[in-house]
């Protein structure tokens, strides 16, 4: 399914120039802690099947000309089994105050179809279920992250508390594709309306990642 905004030109797609950084939270149906981090996918989710949803808050970014700072985006996953076998599903919402550029781009880029390093999502995602503009909130207050998006998403993920309570714990030196440091996260909200799911995570798995991303150059 595409929905780039009607007139947009096709061409150029995995060759603009693309660059994000900022801040990712995910909420999964996995008992925390998600094995997917360490086990690049390898090792199974911890039901068997994985559903999650996600938020990104872009702080930097830009999809060729087009700037991307201050942007929301929020994302569901659903994958049948081990994740780097592929065969996910995936569904956008794309912040309501990007300009129809921007919109476009952020749907390549999450659809894998700008390259770099979501590129991975044109390879394991075989059904996009489709993009939409909403007004997509991601809040931090303390160490509390919310992504809030319309009635459809509404989660809130914590940092588990290690023996030093002033230390996060946190998953450093992966090979993860969002980055290489995770901080171990749980769910306080996690419920998804959105695309036929009715999903639940509360007390479930969460990670919390800076990203840097970026595309062809």
Not at 120 to 142: D, N, Q
Not at 203 to 210: D, F, H, P
């Amino acid at each position: 399914m595409d929905n780039r905004h009607p007139g947009a030109p096709k061409s150029g797609q995995g060759t603009v120039p693309w660059a994000i950084k900022g801040e990712l939270i995910l909420n999964c149906n996995c008992t925390v802690f998600c094995p997917c981090v360490v086990s690049l996918g390898k090792h199974a989710p911890t039901e068997g099947y994985c559903q999650a949803w996600a938020g990104v808050r872009i702080d930097e970014g830009h999809y060729g000309d087009e700037d991307l700072s201050g942007l929301n985006v929020g994302l569901i996953l659903e994958i049948p089994g081990l994740m780097a076998r592929g065969n996910w599903k995936a569904a956008a919402y794309i912040d309501e105050r990007a300009s129809n550029d921007a919109y476009n781009g952020l749907i390549d880029i999450f659809s894998g179809k700008a390259r770099g390093t979501t590129g991975l999502f044109k390879v394991l995602v075989s059904e996009f279920l489709g993009a939409e503009r909403a007004p997509v909130i991601f809040e931090t207050e303390g160490k509390t992250r919310r992504l809030i998006v319309g009635k459809q998403i509404h989660g809130e993920v914590v940092p588990v508390g290690g023996a030093d309570s002033d230390q996060d714990i946190v998953v450093t030196n992966t090979e993860y594709w969002m980055g290489p440091d995770i901080t171990v996260a749980t769910a306080t909200k996690g419920r998804v309306r959105a695309f036929g799911r009715v999903w639940d995570f509360d007390g479930r798995s969460a990670e919390i990642c800076q990203i840097d991303w970026k595309g062809p150059r």
